[in-house]
C-alpha cells in the first residue's frame, strides 16, 4: 500500500430476516453508550429554555393532585378507599404520567429522529426505547413530592415498597410495548401522531387514576377491565405505598396481555424496519 491509498474498513451488509423475532444482544449492547445519548438528550431538550427548568416535574403531577381533588373528590364525592384524596390519587397520578410520556415519546420517537435514520446505521429500537428511559428522572423528583405528602398524612411505609421497582419495570415494559407499534404505524401513517393525545386521554379514564377499582364491579366486566395494564399498575402502586388493597388475579391477565403486545410489537417493529429510512 502506497502513501496515497486509504485502508477500506470493511463493511457490513445487513440482509432481510424471516419471520419472528431477530434480537443481537451483542449487537445492541455495543450501541449502549448511544441510548445513554439519546436518553440524556431527550431529557434535555424538554427542559431547554424553560424558566422553571425540572421543576415541571413537580408542578404537573402536583397541578393535576390538586385538580382531581377538588372536582372528584370533593365535587364528585369519588370513594378513596380511606385515603385521603389527594394522597390518593397523587399515587396513581405518578405512574400514570410515567407511562403517558413515556408513550407519546415512543410513538413519535422514529419520526424525530428522522435525521438519524437516514445517515447512519444502528439497532432502531435504541430511539424508542431511549425515549421510554427518558421520563424516569421526572418519576423520580415527583416522587420525592408522594413521600413528603405521605409523611404529612403520618402514612408510614411498609416492606410492601419493594415492589415498587417491579411496577415501574411494568409500566414502563408496557409503554414501549405498545410504543413500538405506534411508532412503527407513525413512520407510514402520520395520522397515528394526531391519535397519540386521543388514546392517551380515554386511556387515563379507563384506569383508576381518579377514581378505586373497586368500583368495578365483579365477573365479566372486571375481567375485561384487567385487560388494561395500567389498572394494574396503579392499584399496585396504592397497595405498596399506601396500603390499600392488594391487586388481585386479573394481575396476571394484564402481564399476559403486555407480554403478547411486546413480543407482536418486536415482530411488527422489526417487519417495518427495513423501510424506515426509505418512508420517513
Known amino acids: 500500500m502506497t502513501d496515497f491509498e486509504l485502508e477500506v474498513p470493511p463493511v457490513k451488509v445487513y440482509e432481510p430476516t424471516g419471520p419472528g423475532i431477530h434480537f443481537d444482544f451483542k449487537e445492541f449492547w455495543s450501541y449502549r453508550e448511544l441510548l445513554y445519548f439519546l436518553t440524556w438528550r431527550d431529557i434535555k431538550i424538554r427542559y431547554k429554555q424553560a424558566a422553571l427548568g425540572a421543576a415541571w416535574a413537580i408542578l404537573q403531577p402536583v397541578l393535576s393532585m390538586v385538580i382531581f381533588s377538588v372536582i372528584f373528590g370533593r365535587f364528585a364525592k369519588l370513594p378513596s378507599d380511606g385515603i385521603p384524596y389527594p394522597l390518593f390519587s397523587l399515587a396513581a397520578l405518578l405512574p400514570w404520567q410515567l407511562f403517558s410520556g413515556a408513550l407519546s415519546r415512543a410513538g413519535n420517537s422514529l419520526v424525530s429522529n428522522r435525521n438519524l435514520l437516514t445517515k447512519v446505521y444502528f439497532p432502531r429500537l435504541v430511539i424508542p426505547l431511549s425515549a421510554v428511559a427518558a421520563g424516569l428522572l421526572d418519576f423520580g423528583i415527583s ?16 416492606w410492601n415498597i419493594l415492589y415498587l421497582p417491579l ?14 407499534w405506534l411508532s412503527a404505524l407513525n413512520v407510514k401513517y402520520r395520522d397515528v401522531e394526531h391519535a397519540i393525545p386521543f388514546l392517551i386521554q380515554a386511556w387515563l379514564y379507563a384506569s383508576p387514576v381518579a377514581y378505586s377499582e373497586s ?5 365479566f366486566l372486571r375481567t375485561i377491565y384487567g385487560l388494561n395494564p395500567m389498572a394494574g399498575v396503579i392499584q399496585g402502586f396504592r397497595w405498596a405505598l399506601l396500603g390499600s388493597s392488594r391487586p388481585d388475579s386479573l394481575m396476571l391477565v394484564s402481564v399476559l396481555v403486555v407480554l403478547l403486545l411486546l413480543v407482536g ?16
Request: without cysteine; glycine residues 8%; aromatic residues 16%.
Open 167 to 180: 411496577l415501574v419495570l411494568f409500566a414502563l415494559v408496557t409503554a414501549f410495548s405498545i410504543g413500538l
Open 215 to 219: 368500583l368495578v364491579p365483579a365477573g
Open 265 to 280: 410489537g418486536l415482530i411488527y417493529f422489526q417487519k417495518m424496519e427495513e423501510s424506515f429510512a426509505d418512508v420517513v
Open 143 to 158: 416522587f420525592l413530592v408522594l413521600i413528603v405528602l405521605m409523611l404529612y398524612y403520618g402514612i408510614q411505609l411498609t
